[in-house]
Every structure is written in C-alpha cells, then in structure tokens.
C-alpha cells in the first residue's frame, strides 16, 4: 500500500525507510518535525510527464515546495519553472532554472516583481487583469523591454475539487472570462510594448478526474482557434497544472499519461508548444513530515495523541479539512486506537488527524505524515513563535540537509 503513495517507501524490519534511509535514523539526527524528501521520486514524476507530453514544456510549479534544491532536481529532468511571485522568481534562478523556462503567473504582481521578472526575460507573464496589462506595458516601455504575455483565460469549469483550490470557475478572482477573452487580447495587441504570445489556464488544485480538463482545453483551443483567425501568433498554450495525487489509502488518482490521453485530442491541430504547470503531482507524494509523539491524553470519551508537528507545519487538514495518511515509524504489534492526532498550537484547528485509527502508540514515538512534500513546508509559518522545521532530501541511500531548523535567533533577527 505504501508504494502506491512512494515507490521508495518500505518497512524494512519493521522500520520505515525512504529510498533506503531510516526515518528513524533521521528524526534522531535532525529533530522533529522533519520533512524529508524523496529525490528519485520528484525524477520519476517529471519523466512520467515528459513521457506523456513529449514536445511540451513541463513547468514545475514552484509554489507547492520552493526550496531550491527541490527547484534544483525538477530542472535537472528538463523542467522549468512556475512561479507567482518575485520570490519564486528568485528561488528558481538560485536553483539554475533558465529564465527562458519560467512563466509567471498571478493576480497581484506588484511593480517591484515585474520589473524582476522583466529585467530576468523569463519567457512569458501569464496576465490576469486588463489594468495588468496596461501596467506591464508602461513599465516594459520605460525598461526599454518586449516582453512575452499570455492572458490567463478562465473557462469556468467546475474542477469538482475543494472550493479553495478552485480557481477556473466564474465567481473566481483568476483570469479573464473566457466569453471576454478576444476583447483583452486585442486591446493587449495594440500595446507596443507586449508580444501576445500565449494562452494561459489553470482551472484548481488535487483534480482526481480528468474531465474538467477536457472540457477547459476545448473551451483554450476554440479561442486559439479564433485567436490565430484574428492574426494572433499564439505560440503558446499551457493548459496549467492540478492534477490530484493519492491522499486516502483507498483514493485512485490519474497520471500525467491520463492527462495527455484526455486533452491531446482536443490538442491536435494547436500548432504552439504546450506548456503544463504541475506542483502537487510531481513533489506531493515525494514528501513525508516525521513528527513525534509528545503526550497522550484521555478523556474517556475521546483520546488524544499530542504531536510535535503542528499547524503551522503543516496547515492542511486545518485549511482544506484534508486528509493525510499517517503511519508509524516503528511497527510494532501493540494493537490499534481510535485517536485524534493534534499539535502543540493553541488552535481547535490544529489537528493532523480527526477519529483516526492508528497503532497504539508511546510518548517518544515517531509518526510519518504522508503526501507532505506538496503544500508542507510551503504553507509554514512561525505561529506561536515555533521555528519551521528542518528539511532532508534522500537519493539513492544518502541524504544531506537542504534547509536547517530554524531558531529562535533566526525568527527574531529582523526585529
Ligand atoms: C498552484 C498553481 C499551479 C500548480 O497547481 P498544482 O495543483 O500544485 O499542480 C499551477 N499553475 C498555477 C497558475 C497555479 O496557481
């Protein structure tokens, strides 16, 4: 079971290991909370999509886990870079990504960011509003710049996947209305400043069926269509990035080769270079956060197992209300419980896991949250004063630390 999340997962003599390397081995070095990362994962995830889109540019959407050397292992198998802010734009080219492989997208790029992102030529700023466009054309102008553009379309599609991460239907702040469209990109054609260039959509995040995919590609190549009748040179189209990756043990999910089977029909006769942007569906399941178990506590009617990871680790399950699969470190055969698994934060929120059936477990013991690399370490923060974790990336038996616990010291050293 474990090798549908992470083929390099496996108990090895009872303990759990990550391409060979004992997680246990690593709580005790490094500390916990602990995130640890499976490079040959992120490899294989990258290749399935290049396998699966030959010609296109995969983008790895740097806003699911931006430590660079993450960034660093996704380029070396040929992707490029999604970023949404000028910070992603710097945690890409610290990680050698070629700027002509990065697109950006986002709903408030703020000056400071675009004059980044146009001094870096990056390929192509995926544009979100009409006041965007006037805004990049001055500034390209007075930078004395071309610059590439897309327009983000929205084709109002329903992704069937939580309303948060939901950004394709109407009643969201992304994009332009796919009906208003030919209206934008002719008013960004007579900006001398903007090359229009592409077509741009990304309709959610954790899409476990492929048909909403379909239905928004139809809805980009009909406008491409129109949009080349109109003597647009559209070069490119990126269809965005969201596939969905297994959480629930029982949860099947689609593959890139899934994707590329559903939307390269309605592909056929795009005569541009198809762009994708995934994020969760090549590190998701590369990462896991080990955390420890602190105390137990019951209150007859329920039980409580205290972890050392909380919400400000890993703020999922408080934001999305979503499930995490959690296994032990050790196995041992203590038999099982009913627990809800909850962090140290002073939030009702701060749970990691509701009515959860695991092996009974001790103070000292360690726990391994799956499907942690996508959205983990990202979404952390410093809430009660609790420095973000350490985090570990494995290959091939070996691993080095890619980005120290913090400190106290580090949290304060601004003030
Ligand atoms: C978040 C985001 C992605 C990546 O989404 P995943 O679900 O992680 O694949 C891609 N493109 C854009 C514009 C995004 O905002």
Redesign the pocket.
Known sequence: MLKEYNRYLEYIDGELHLEGVSLKALAEEFGTPLYVYSASHIRDRVRAYREAFPDALICY?V??NFNPSIIRVAREEGAGA?I?SGGELYASLLAGVEPSRIVY?GVGKTLKELEYAIKSDILMF?VESRMELDVLNHLAESLGKKIRIAIRVNPDVDPKTHPY?S?GMKKSKFGVDIKHAKQEYQYAGKLKNLEVVGIHC?IG??ILDVSPYIEAVEKVVDLYHELVRSGFEIRYVDI????GIKYKPDQSNPEPKDLAEAVMPALKGVDAKILL?????IVGNAGLLITRVEFLKDKGHKHFVIVDAGMNDLIRPAMYDAYHHIVPVVKRDTGYIKTDIVGPICETGDFLALDREIQKVERGDYLAVLSAG?YGFAMSSHYNVRPRACEVLVEKQSYKIIRERETYAYIFKGE
């Open positions: 959407a806003k699911a999604d949404v997208a995926n991460i950004t990304h995040s954790q965005g990035g969201g596939l942007e995934p994020g969760r569906s996508a």
